[in-house]
């Protein structure tokens, strides 16, 4: 867990730099940044497409007893279900 969320830390900063980067690039070239927001909508809607198949797993019902989580949300009172 610690690797991937390293992972996930190390391309959150590559991304945040050349994000800064290429938008001042993109400046440069066109005199606007709309293209920045272009390929940012198309990088987004990339994203989602991406995690949409993602289905979060169960916990088994031992691990929730352990973990305090019930079958019904948090404390298993007024949970959303």
Known sequence: MATLFGFVM???QIGGFLGAWLG???FE?????DW????????????A???LPIREARLPA???RRSGVSAHGAGGSGGIV
């Open 10 to 12: 190390l391309s959150h």
């Open 24 to 26: 001042g690039k993109a």
């Open 29 to 33: 070239w066109t005199g606007s940044y």
């Open 36 to 47: 920045m927001w272009y390929a940012d909508i198309v990088l987004a809607a990339g994203a």
């Open 49 to 51: 497409l991406i995690h």
């Open 62 to 64: 031992r691990a929730r």
